[in-house]
């Protein structure tokens, strides 16, 4: 059966992304689209599940490493709802290809300073007692409604936006800001999956051999980034973040 490449595919894409903090689903669903011919409401629904499963599996092997910060997890998750209910009202005033290729541009800029960016820090996991300062939770509050802005506009997950706020607003080291990514995602993503399973979204014959692969890749990706160095990560973070700027760009270019 051909949905039995999807295990392969789910292990790649969660090796790679959940070294980082990422979830996939701005890869995933392309695929599903255009290698698999679903429609997009399916592919969606598909990748969100394979995705939770992914992030579940992430957070427990980065629990166990203890590399999450629960507190600025929870908080950066606190106004996503509602950023993206602002984000999709924000699309009936500016077209769509004009916010996507402004955030497009934006990524490349934080990408070259994840690339590029001297790592001064000596320990493997500092930050992960972070304290609740008001600057803190200031940065963690907006973060959130940035993600969920972004979600809303763009229809693109707000790892992207959580990850550069741990990064450089706390100054939190990314193998620290991965796993509490990926605890984030977790909460956020069972949500999101409900809504899409009653509505039929979820077709199990491709979800449930993604979700496999998605399983065991995220149990790989989260035991490479253990032992990757600090600047290996930030360069792999920073090149995904390139690849989602050139998906925006394109929005921006095909829709003109």
Not at 3 to 10: A, D, K, S, V
Request: hydrophobic share 55%.
């Amino acid at each position: 059966m051909i949905e039995l490449t999807l295990i392969p595919l789910g292990f790649l894409i969660a090796t790679v992304y959940s070294m980082v903090g990422l979830a996939g689903g701005t890869f995933m669903v392309p695929v599903l689209v255009l290698a698999f011919g679903l429609p997009m409401q399916k592919a969606v629904g598909v990748s969100l599940f394979a995705i939770m499963f992914m992030t579940i599996s992430a957070t427990t092997a980065y629990a166990i490493q203890k590399r999450i910060n629960y507190k600025v997890g929870l908080l950066l998750d606190t106004l996503d709802v509602p950023g993206a209910v602002l984000g999709a009202y924000i699309t009936t005033l500016i077209a769509s290809r004009w916010l996507g290729g402004l955030f497009g541009g934006l990524l490349f800029v934080i990408a070259a300073y994840m690339i590029w960016k001297k790592n001064s820090q000596a320990r493997a996991y500092p930050n992960h007692k972070l304290g609740l300062s008001t600057r803190v939770v200031s940065c963690c509050i907006l973060g959130s409604l940035a993600s969920g802005v972004v979600s809303g506009m763009l229809g693109i997950g707000g790892g992207v936006i959580d990850e550069t706020v741990m990064i450089l607003l706390l100054g939190m080291s990314i193998h620290m800001s991965a796993g509490t990514a990926m605890f984030g995602m977790a909460i956020t993503t069972i949500a999101a999956v409900i809504p899409h399973w009653l509505l039929g979204n979820i077709l199990p014959e491709y979800a449930i051999p993604l979700a496999i692969g998605c399983i065991f890749g995220a149990q790989l990706g989260s035991h490479l980034s253990k032992r990757a160095r600090a600047s290996t990560l930030r360069k792999i973070l920073g090149a995904i973040f390139i690849i989602i700027g050139i998906r925006m760009l394109l929005m921006l270019y095909f829709a003109a």
